[in-house]
């Protein structure tokens, strides 16, 4: 066989015919099956078959029951009621069956020609061309490659003339069903078609299954069937995707099946997603069905698979011969995504301009980065993928409830610790509109913005190294250098997660200050509005870094030349725009909180690393020609001026500050990386003590660039290992009706779950009993009741209580957890109201007083339904509510000690909300909205 | 030029980056201070290890406070809380609760809670020919150290061990005896549930041994352990109260017992101690010398130092467990000594037995004359006015209490002394330590 390639690059092959010097006889007998799927047709289609040129022996209908049934007796012929009847009813005198949809309408010679062709080439599965009925000049298949998941690729454009291009008889993956020559021997042993697939799936699995036994597929398409394609209407796509499924667990070895199968799962959830968002609004629902489908149907799967395994003559990768490379679904939605986006593309009848673009796009390298980078994150983010977030630091889940979040963030009740009206943090607003654009779903969210974060830093490093006129491989190795850098990787095993995602943002901020300015004044606008939209995003995640993209394009001028002042002038009005999105948070915090609040970490990088930066600055300096001295001072400057930002641990700096120091560095360090590789590129021929450089350079940055290997092994992306989520599950398992009621996790600062205060010697926080969650994590000034919990702490540690569960039991929290010893784990040890459970990760003891979160004046607690109190509608009396007292809990409010007691109305008690922050928080989302219109209007597409 | 410029810019910044320094490593300690008990100081809450209540026995639960407190007495059995018994006092007042009115059931340790501090509480039993009782420690440490037992014949000598918390516990006990440290495998690994207790009956593994000293290890869990010995128809309870290198006995010698104190050393060295004598005259400094070896225990007979009311002051040269045993002809008490001086003591149950004859002791060990000044309490708060004694520098007194229906006493004074409290009848006797009220 020689190659063959289709017009749009796909590989099949055709059958060496140079061999074939005498067409051989055309003795087969044929046994006609015509599958009655929809009856209307059935009459048309046997008079196609009894014009046939080439005299079928028999004819049997099968299915299609008693208007099916009637026809055949009239035309005396015979009927079959399903599959199994039809094998057992072929003539021995038959040498082929020829299966024919009863919607398909075999030319006067399809049949010979089908016969000539497979007879000549040996095939013992035979397709015809099909051509629509409606327009019978139009392409409809002329078999088809799959991809390895048995996705079919046709190759064929949306309504593609047949000007007999593909007229060769050539060796497929599968031919579609509608007519299909096939051994009689062949069929019998493969046990006909099965029933339970679609008609494309059908063709699919009978084609994979004869080629796995042994059997040759081709297409003859000098055998011409119009089909009206009504089989496949009464069928739902997701049977059809389903079926697919079925047919790749039939045909693959085990080993085959341990890759495809995951990544067929992964891939067809991506695609479904992305599909409920490009036209296919059940995309997710088909999905479900069809795994609930395939899991149904899995015992007969099962036996498909032993009966085809007795008769296996040709392994798994006969059957990749005949597959295209990757995924067909991800290239339908790149496909779909591109129509999107290029408006050009849409345009019906521009056929040379799709072939064209995707020529391109397959042939562009950028193809293989991307699917290379997904390979990437797949690995490095499985853990995530699998089981969602880990729970440590920062790290922590994304509650079920979106929408509760953000009316927490505009101005309602703070539920972290004991509950504050103090803002939350911009990251939290940030999350909770990703999950609410997510239908609220929480894991999808936190996966989406873990994984998509490192993407996202992946392509923002591609952009802004291109945009630096970098070459491909200097751009791919900067971007793994901000992914796997020292600074990101120190940042994200601490469980900096908002830190994280703030360094994948930083790269679009930074670009989006040096992209060229436009001239039109309505691009100039939306300019400024994306610049601002991309600045805010990092700042939302990482506040102080808001003044990044300024400090970047300062830098630039003060060590690159030719770098444009203006770029400055640019950055300061896009500053302030992103600035903006920071409220009510901003509202409400002082410059010291600002710049010394939160436990900041030191940032230590490893010796590696620093030989590896050192290496690549220091060559790319002595070596490298005025514009990569540029970069690198520039991205140097960025790189050790960040270091030194996160390193003021020891200086009392606090949290936000380092995170724009790690911010600062991962995004330096990765233009150092560029330039240097860069450079390596550039000057291969140059001379000797340059290229010398160069290549010092390039290692050197290759050194920090291979720091991305370590994100591999954990597949957490470099986050910790999950501490705060499994651990602390037996909380809802233990709660009682009204709900689980709080936890004080105790330990070292750096042990527990966000923020934590102070003891004396010990640090503690308060967290949900259904787990802390993300928008928990930090934690506001300390109150009343922070004040008086602190204050029975230390009586617990001093030894003076010898009930703390009753002294804990005011405060709503049920459980204490020690994530390692420490005094006050040590004074529990003689107390009488706590019971230690045992077999749990930490220790863990329960409270033995009843205490919930908020009770009724009858003693009924209520349910806490972040962020509100729900409660049976008949209560009497004031409830106590164990939050930090504010009298907007309600209008008949009375303080209760540091808590409150409210008189509820319609069994709902809610915080009335901090106006401030609220208006705040209003103008902060109208501007997000304005910018973000602006940003879409004034949108120059020759930009990208 | 730019290059080098850039060169040096970075190199600085590097510089920079290489001086930040590192912040503080934070660091646990743990406390050791709650390995080894520690001075019952009048607090919140009392554990009493052993009481009860029987046909022929009966406790008072005695309590002090200071202020209006509301007390909750908890009896745990066998895993659960058998009883809570609520009561409200004045402050400052007294009470002396018999057990039998709350439970019947033969021992039942109690835990004694307070709404406020300072408060104590302590056990005083009494039965036909039967009196002993304590202070009941609010502290609950790791390790307990008690001496002054023995398993002569008809002397059952008991170890209460208490377990008030709902962990269970996992104690080893070690004895040392004239012959040494005794291995006893049935001591090892004695497990004690939770909200429960357990009576080891020392007699039974360690028979006919003059002294004996226990040392209770807890490896899991917490426990509050007592020493029950018997004498004849009496008995004598007391517990550790920590360690120290200066013990004051304001109370030695009531009646007719030979009094003797009980040294432990459970430290690796050996260590000396000086007893100084105080009578009502003044002091006898360094009348007896002695030594006790590492992890091994002295005993040396106090009896007859001085005529009259007299006290003992034990200075060691190291960390010793100290208790004052007193034995006569069927009759048994004990306590154990004063830790340290205060300006302000509580007395539980001085004074609550009707039919004994009871006594206040008071030593003043400083260089300074004090007067004490003692407030006799019962339920209702004060009963009279207060008393007052002198107490010359180096002095000890000892004051009997014939007023009936007082149920505790609180002493104090302007400067530090030591308090404790004896009962007496015919045929038996009682001493108690006072409980100090931390400043």
Known sequence: MSPFALHNGTLMSIPDQSKATVAPATSAVIAAAVMVRNESQLEAALDALARQSYETAYTTVVGGGEPAQKVARRRAISWVSDMQGLIAGLPAAATHVWLVHDDASPRKDALAALVEGAQRVEASVAGSKLLRTDHPGMLESVGAATDVFLVPYSGLDSEEMDQEQYDVVRDVAFVFGASTLIRKDLFKGLGGTDPLLAPQAAGIDLSYRARAAGGRVVVVPSSEVLHASLCSEKTPLWREEAGRFRALLKVYSPVTLGWTVPLSAVIGLLYSFAMTFLGRKRALVDLVLGWGWNLYHLPSTLAGRRRLHRSRMAGDEELFRYQVRGSALIRELSDRFSSKVLLEDQLAGRLSGIIERRRAFWHEPGFYAVLTALVFLLIAGREIVADGLPAAGLALPLPDSAWATLRSYAGGWNTSGLGSPAPLHPSIGATALVQLLLVSHANLAEILLSVGAVGVGLVGTVRLLRRMEMGPLARYAAALALAGGPATRALAGSGDWPGMIAIGLAPWAVESVVAPWPVVLREKIGYLARAALATGALAAFAPVAVLLPLAAVIVRVLVAEGAPWSAVARAVPVTILAVSLLFPWLYRISVDQLLSHGESLYFNPSLWAIAGFAVATVFGLMAGDRRTVGFIGWGGTLAVGGSWLARTAGLGVGREPTVAGYVAAAVGTAIVVGAAIDLSARFSDARLWRVIGGRGAALGGLIVAAGVVLLLPSGRLGLPEDRFGSQLEFAAARSLDHGADRILMVGAAGELPGESRAGTGFSYRVVSGTGPIFPEAWLGAPRQGDVALEEVLERIGAGLELRPGQSLASFGIRWIVFTGPNPLEVALESQLDLRQLPGLDYTTFESEVFGARAVGADGIPWTWERPDYVGAGTALGPVYVAENQDRRWGEDWMASGWANEVVPSNGRITFGGDEPNRNWALAAAGVLAVLAALGIVGFDRKAL | ?439
């Open chain 2, 1 to 439: 030029m730019r290059r080098a410029l850039v060169a040096v810019l970075i190199g600085v910044l590097a510089v920079a980056v290489w001086l930040a320094p590192a912040p503080e490593p934070v660091t646990v300690e743990l406390p050791v201070t709650t390995a080894t008990a520690g001075p019952v100081v009048a607090s919140n809450f009392s554990n009493c290890a052993w009481a009860i209540a029987d046909d022929t026995r009966e406790t008072l639960m005695s309590i002090v406070t200071l202020s209006d407190v509301e007390v909750q007495l908890t009896f745990p059995v066998a895993g659960e809380i058998r009883e809570t018994y609520p009561e409200s006092l004045p402050g400052p007042g007294a009470s002396a609760i018999p057990l039998s009115t709350i439970l019947s059931l033969g021992v039942s340790p109690a835990v004694v809670e307070f709404s406020d501090s300072p408060a104590a509480a302590g056990v005083i039993a009494e039965g036909e020919g039967s009196l002993a009782g304590d202070l009941c420690p609010s502290s609950a440490s790791k390790v307990w150290v008690l001496p002054g037992g023995t398993t002569v014949q008809d002397r059952p000598l008991d170890l209460q061990l208490f377990n008030p918390f709902p962990e269970d516990a996992l104690v080893t006990v070690e004895a040392i005896s004239e012959e040494g440290f005794e291995p006893v495998p049935d001591l090892e690994r004695v497990s004690i549930p939770g909200r429960s207790w357990r009576t080891l009956a020392l007699g039974d593994v360690l028979p006919f041994r003059q002294r004996l000293s226990v040392t209770v290890r807890t490896e899991q869990g917490r426990i509050i352990p007592a020493m029950v010995q018997t004498n004849g128809t009496d008995q004598a309870i007391w517990t550790d109260v920590g360690r120290s290198e200066v013990w004051e006995f304001p109370l030695v010698a009531v009646g007719e017992l030979q009094p003797f104190l009980a040294i432990a050393n459970a430290g690796p060295l050996e260590v000396t101690y000086t007893l100084d004598v105080f009578t009502a005259d003044g002091p006898v400094e360094s009348a007896v010398e002695g030594l006790v070896p590492a992890e091994g225990h002295d005993r040396i007979s106090v009896a007859g130092l001085a005529d009259g009311a007299y006290a003992v002051r034990l200075r060691a040269d190291g960390p010793v467990s100290a208790v004052v045993v007193g034995e006569g002809e069927g009759q048994v008490a004990a306590t154990s000594g004063a830790p340290l001086t205060a300006r302000q003591w509580m007395l539980p149950g001085a004074g609550a037995n009707s039919s004994a004859q009871s006594s206040l002791w008071f030593l003043n060990t400083g260089a300074d004359s004090i007067t004490v000044t003692y407030q006799l309490l019962d339920a209702g708060g004060t009963v009279d006015l207060p008393s007052k004694v002198a107490l010359p520098a180096g002095t000890v007194r000892r004051v009997p209490l014939d007023q009936i229906g007082v149920s505790g006493v609180i002493a104090e004074s302007t400067g530090l002394f030591s308090a404790a409290w004896s009962a007496e009848t015919e045929l038996a006797t009682a001493y108690a330590s006072g409980i100090p009220v931390g400043e």
